[in-house]
Nanobody, 128 residues
Framework: HVQLVESGGGSVEPGGSLRLSCAAS????????MGWFRQVPGKQREGVAA???????TYARSVEGRFRISQDSAKSTLDLQMNSLKPEDTAIYYC???????????????????????WGQGTQVTVS
């Protein structure tokens, strides 16, 4: 079965950087879309960045230009490099994956949490 484990969260001052990693196992990343989401207490989970099975990346408007998603050559990890962090980036960050389909080739859908059914347990990011 699919397993996703996040790491790399922590506390950083505004303007600082963090790199999150998601260790993936139990599936072939070449046939999955994967993404990073974040959630603040009391608010709906929000798509941050995602990558389709062809390696094409999509970013939320709020993080584009500051965050970058990437995979290793074996596609066993999904990283999120976060630069120029802002207090509003504070959240629990989750790694997610689901079998590829037309939804993950649509920019407005690939960042929608409803299309993902495999989730990690999350890692806290605090910017203050």
């Amino acid at each position: 079965h699919v397993q996703l484990v996040e790491s790399g969260g922590g506390s950083v001052e505004p303007g600082g950087s963090l790199r999150l990693s998601c260790a993936a196992s139990g599936f072939s990343a070449s046939t999955y879309c994967m993404g990073w989401f974040r959630q603040v207490p009391g608010k709906q989970r929000e798509g941050v960045a995602a990558m389709d099975s062809d390696g094409y990346s999509t970013y939320a408007r709020s993080v584009e230009g500051r965050f970058r998603i990437s995979q290793d050559s074996a596609k066993s990890t999904l990283d999120l490099q976060m630069n120029s962090l802002k207090p509003e980036d504070t959240a629990i960050y989750y790694c997610a994956a689901d079998p590829s389909g037309s939804w993950c080739r649509t920019q407005s859908l690939i960042l929608s949490q409803r299309y993902y059914h495999n989730w990690g347990q999350g890692t806290q990011v605090t910017v203050s």
